[in-house]
């Protein structure tokens, strides 16, 4: 039950949680800031999409254009075809987004 415990508080802590966000920063491959989000409409939109993601098998591996910063919270591998992976040193699972477009356009990728 202990251990069920814990797994429990690591899945949820890597979840952004909207009244905490305060900040989701968009990088490019060069780790060069390309977008810095700090309104709280957005970034509730923003959450709501992430929170509709799915876990997805993929046989090619997604190509990755940017870094996600949910801040408070993890950073994302983002490919614009609404492909997400938690960028950390082991296997992580990817997940899809059900409306990339969508959220390209709140993270103004859509340019």
Known sequence: MKYLL????????CVPKAESLNKVIVSDND?????ILESSEKLSEIQSAFLAKEEVEVGIKPEWKYFIDFN???RWL???DGYMQVLAM?????YKLKNAE??????????
């Open 102 to 111: 969508r959220f390209n356009e709140l993270l103004n990728l859509n340019k």
């Open 90 to 94: 082991k296997v992580t699972p990817v």
């Open 72 to 74: 408070p919270g993890e």
């Open 31 to 35: 780790h060069k800031e390309i977008v």
């Open 6 to 13: 814990i797994i429990l508080l690591a899945l949820t802590s």
């Open 78 to 80: 983002y490919s614009e």
